[in-house]
């Protein structure tokens, strides 16, 4: 067995971080001490949710980019198959923090529609701070959506098609991508209103609407911490890869003219990485040697794919029945 060093360098890990959490974290950060300063000085329960739900992004952030450090670190003797499924322990750590600002955000919400504040002070400096978050959290959410693309192997997009194209390959990003899109979303739609509730008040005393969005808010961090808590438990348990890698991963096997079927394969996604294991048929009349080459070179082209962490390839010999089917089929077994 190969050694695998004692200890890897602090910076060196640090550096394997996902930088969009980092970045999200720092952003996040400012915008709630900004909006929690606009909360102190003009009383908006609009602008208390927007600046919980900000605190619950900055802090989440920094747990999902320790946890994408971490899960970077190389495997080890006592853990082989590494260490990808850390990066999903803590975003369930940050799903626990999401819902505690969400019940906050809601309790606060319920209170002012009980008992309406009505026009609140400080109304250019909300706007600010509002309209300062749109753009943060906007641009967070468009280098997210980039990421998106890149770690899903999508075609790029550019302008408005990138949402969609976001929309339909998130599954397949980083769990620390799939965060920090799924917050943004919510951070930049949860801002929009509390602009929307902010103007309205003051303009029309219409004192209700800000319980009504605060509670909102506090909802849609609901249904956040619902979505990821979700995708990483699946992700803890063990998910199987998405149908268009195994496919990818059958293309490369088949490419091989020697490989006459893949009698079982098994691809498991752990964080952002696949492992590969796999029962191939070469073609009848060739020797121990020659298979055993074979084998290797078919290990040695699906590890030159940077999201496979490993793949494992036996070989028997053909026994002259179709196992496996292209073309998004299912494995006959």
Request: proline content about 3%.
């Given at each position: 067995?190969?050694e695998q060093p004692?200890?890897?360098?602090f910076i060196?890990?640090?550096?394997?971080g996902?930088?969009?959490?980092a970045i999200?974290?720092?952003?996040?950060?400012?915008?709630?001490?900004?909006?929690?300063g606009a909360f102190?000085f003009?009383?908006s329960?609009?602008?208390?949710?927007s600046a919980?739900?900000s605190?619950?992004?900055?802090i989440?952030?920094g747990?999902?980019f320790?946890?994408?450090v971490?899960?970077?670190?190389?495997p080890?003797?006592?853990?082989?198959?590494?260490?990808g499924?850390?990066?999903?322990?803590?975003c369930?750590?940050?799903?626990i923090v999401v819902?505690?600002?969400a019940?906050?955000?809601?309790?606060?919400?319920?209170?002012?529609?009980q008992h309406?504040?009505?026009h609140?002070?400080g109304?250019?400096?909300?706007?600010?701070?509002?309209?300062?978050?749109?753009?943060i959290?906007g641009?967070?959410?468009?280098?997210?959506?980039?990421e998106?693309?890149?770690e899903?192997r999508?075609?790029e997009?550019?302008?408005f098609?990138?949402?969609?194209a976001?929309?339909?390959?998130v599954g397949?990003a980083?769990?620390?991508?799939?965060?920090?899109?799924?917050?943004?979303?919510?951070a930049?739609?949860g801002?929009?209103?509390a602009l929307i509730?902010v103007v309205?008040?003051?303009?029309?005393?219409f004192?209700l609407l800000?319980?009504i969005?605060t509670?909102l808010?506090g909802c849609l961090?609901?249904a956040?911490?619902?979505?990821v808590?979700?995708?990483?438990m699946i992700?803890?348990i063990?998910?199987a890869?998405p149908?268009?890698i195994e496919?990818?991963v059958?293309?490369?096997?088949?490419?091989?003219t020697?490989?006459?079927?893949?009698q079982?394969m098994?691809?498991?996604?752990?964080?952002?990485?696949?492992h590969?294991?796999?029962?191939?048929e070469?073609?009848?009349g060739?020797?121990?040697?020659?298979?055993?080459?074979?084998?290797?070179r078919i290990?040695?082209?699906l590890?030159?794919?940077?999201?496979i962490?490993?793949a494992?390839?036996?070989?028997?010999?053909d026994?002259?029945?179709?196992s496996?089917?292209?073309?998004?089929?299912?494995?006959?077994?």
């Amino acid at each position: 067995m190969i050694e695998q060093p004692k200890s890897e360098s602090f910076i060196s890990l640090v550096k394997k971080g996902n930088t969009s959490s980092a970045i999200a974290m720092a952003g996040n950060a400012v915008l709630a001490l900004c909006k929690g300063g606009a909360f102190i000085f003009s009383g908006s329960g609009a602008m208390f949710a927007s600046a919980m739900h900000s605190l619950a992004d900055a802090i989440n952030q920094g747990f999902v980019f320790v946890g994408s450090v971490l899960s970077e670190k190389k495997p080890t003797d006592r853990f082989p198959t590494g260490f990808g499924r850390v990066i999903n322990i803590f975003c369930m750590i940050a799903v626990i923090v999401v819902t505690i600002m969400a019940y906050e955000t809601i309790h606060e919400g319920i209170h002012l529609l009980q008992h309406p504040a009505g026009h609140s002070g400080g109304l250019w400096i909300n706007i600010s701070v509002l309209v300062l978050n749109i753009l943060i959290d906007g641009t967070i959410l468009i280098k997210a959506m980039k990421e998106i693309l890149k770690e899903s192997r999508a075609p790029e997009a550019k302008g408005f098609a990138l949402v969609p194209a976001a929309i339909k390959n998130v599954g397949r990003a980083a769990p620390p991508t799939r965060l920090v899109f799924y917050e943004d979303v919510v951070a930049v739609l949860g801002a929009l209103l509390a602009l929307i509730s902010v103007v309205v008040i003051a303009l029309t005393n219409f004192a209700l609407l800000d319980g009504i969005v605060t509670t909102l808010i506090g909802c849609l961090m609901i249904a956040v911490a619902f979505r990821v808590g979700y995708d990483n438990m699946i992700g803890l348990i063990g998910v199987a890869a998405p149908q268009d890698i195994e496919d990818k991963v059958s293309q490369t096997i088949f490419a091989d003219t020697h490989v006459a079927d893949i009698q079982m394969m098994r691809i498991l996604q752990e964080g952002r990485y696949y492992h590969v294991e796999g029962l191939i048929e070469l073609h009848k009349g060739l020797t121990l040697a020659d298979a055993d080459d074979i084998k290797f070179r078919i290990q040695d082209k699906l590890m030159q794919n940077p999201d496979i962490a490993d793949a494992v390839i036996s070989i028997i010999e053909d026994d002259g029945i179709k196992s496996w089917i292209n073309n998004d089929s299912e494995n006959v077994k």
